[in-house]
């Protein structure tokens, strides 16, 4: 049972996220404004906790996501314990680290799945995406060796207006690569993505015509290679069910150890996240103040809580309301009833007819600028 007494069952997954540091400068960057720094990151043995206690709560899947997890040298030690606990784990990671020594190791540790960022098809526009010169080369290289050792592998691809026209290549390339899963994410715009809208946002009709381009690809290789589309948020009437529902499904850990629903939610203000360094995980996951804040549909607002789709998109979006309307708790102006969607679908076309993209905005690591001071 939660706080308010009703059913509560144990997450699906967890999202650990050991650490924001990357050697990528990513204009869609999906990390908070404000980074975590080395010396505030978990240490091992606090981790090694954090997993037997995820095990103990039910969870069946563990993410070792970033940043760049791979900069942790711990990682192995990681992966051991979460595979010994019998959770299944995936690494999350833009591979330009990845070498095969290292691989070995993670997959004698017990590691089952990787999944690796593609910035495009193109070499140089994907190097210019990412902000790293020759990590396009570097990630083919990674797919392969993951292949080779056996491993199952998910082909990530982050769509935008400056990929978007490689969207058929995209799926050449998982097949060449030999995934089993492509999972086509068009950029969702809030934290820093929200900085580099107006050079990431495609035209409605090119979205349309990607949604064409997946259909049709799924007929043609249903049985090859499972495809997963997430569309922008911008151009739908209905919003999508963000991580399956605020704190019903996915439970996230920053690299500080704060314990969050989403990996964006610590955009919103006013919202106490607990540690895992105070509180059990699973201690945070039932009774955390801010999982409870927007879990289930009593907080909903009309017209999402009169709706018949309450229990199926759980409201949208918490992050995106944020950033669009001020409000965690307004209704996601992704959905055609909001009274924020009009104005959101013509700035979305507005600024998707710019004859040029602006200039990216990369993130940086080393060099994180205050909200204060990103583009308006």
Not at 142 to 147: D, S
Not at 245 to 272: D, K, M, T
Request: net charge neutral.
């Amino acid at each position: 049972m939660n706080a308010l007494g009703t059913p509560l069952g144990p997450p699906l997954a967890l999202l650990a996220e050991l650490t924001h540091r990357c050697p990528l400068g990513c204009p869609y960057c999906s990390n908070p404004l404000a980074l975590d720094r080395v010396r505030d990151e978990l240490d091992t043995a606090t981790w090694l906790r954090v997993i037997d206690e995820a095990a103990a709560l039910g969870i069946l899947q563990i993410h070792f996501s970033g940043g760049e997890p791979l900069v942790r040298r711990d990682l192995a030690t990681l992966i051991g314990r979460a595979s010994a606990a019998g959770l299944y784990t995936n690494l999350i990671t833009s591979a330009v680290l990845l070498d095969e020594a290292r691989l070995a190791a993670l997959a004698e540790a017990g590691l089952e799945h990787v999944q690796i960022s593609f910035q495009d098809t193109e070499p140089a526009n994907a190097d210019r995406i990412a902000g790293y010169d020759g990590g396009h080369g570097k990630k083919l290289a990674a797919a392969r060796m993951v292949r080779a050792a056996g491993l199952a592998l998910t082909i990530n691809a982050v769509m935008h207006r400056q990929n978007l026209a490689h969207l058929p290549d995209m799926i050449a390339l998982a097949l060449d690569l030999g995934a089993g899963r492509l999972e086509i994410a068009h950029v969702q715009y809030y934290g820093w993505a929200l900085a580099n809208r107006q050079s990431l946002i495609p035209r409605r009709e090119d979205v349309r015509a990607a949604v064409a381009i997946v259909a049709a690809a799924r007929e043609r290789l249903k049985g090859r290679l499972v495809i997963d589309h997430v569309v922008p948020d911008y151009y739908a009437r209905r919003p999508k069910a963000c991580m399956g529902g605020w704190a019903r499904q996915f439970v996230n850990i920053a690299p500080s150890g704060l314990v969050l629903p989403c990996h964006a939610a610590q955009g919103i203000p006013n919202l106490r996240f607990d540690s895992v360094k105070e509180r059990s995980l699973g201690d945070i996951w039932a009774a955390s103040d801010a999982f409870e804040r927007f879990r289930g549909t009593a907080w909903m607002p009309e017209p999402c809580r009169s709706c018949d789709r309450r229990e199926i998109d759980f409201g949208g979006c918490r992050c995106q309301a944020m950033a669009l309307t001020g409000d965690a708790g307004a209704t996601d102006p992704a959905c055609a009833l909001s009274p924020h969607h009009a104005q959101l679908l013509a700035m979305a076309e507005a600024e998707s007819a710019a004859a040029e993209p602006a200039a990216f905005v990369y993130r940086r690591y080393a060099k994180t600028p205050r909200e204060a001071e990103l583009p308006a």
